[in-house]
């Protein structure tokens, strides 16, 4: 099982971007595919994860969106209104037996992380 985590950059804050998790061995339509952040000092934190239902980091509801595309077995981050808090190293990881869960334990495979840096 392999997760290929990209699209991460350099943005202003208030613009946009889009992450994507690509997975190749686990169909991610029967996984809980989460994604998480971390900044150099601090634990890994919980951002958002798609599985049966979605649920977010009160952090970021109502500017990230989780979406998938099953042809494509790949998962999407939509990060919109991004603030220089967000940026972190993001990561996306994958829980088969999906449930959709916030806590970092419970998935079983993980991606290499994409830098996201959002400046003032």
């Known amino acids: 099982v392999q997760l290929q985590a990209s699209g991460g950059g350099l943005v202003q804050a208030g613009g946009s971007l889009r992450l994507s998790c690509a997975a190749s061995g686990i169909p991610l339509s029967n996984a809980a595919v989460g994604w998480f952040r971390q900044v150099p000092g601090k634990e890994r934190e919980f951002v958002g994860v798609?599985?049966?239902?979605?649920r977010y980091a009160d952090s970021v509801k109502g500017r990230f969106t989780l979406s998938g595309d099953n042809a494509k077995n790949t998962v999407y981050l939509q990060m919109n209104s991004l603030k220089p808090e967000d940026t972190a190293v993001y990561y996306c990881?994958?829980?088969?037996?999906?449930?959709?869960?916030?806590?970092?334990?419970?998935?079983?495979?993980w991606g290499q992380g994409t830098q996201v840096t959002v400046s003032s």
């Open positions: 798609i599985s049966r239902s979605d």
């Open positions: 990881a994958a829980d088969r037996t999906g449930r959709g869960s916030p806590v970092s334990s419970w998935y079983d495979y």
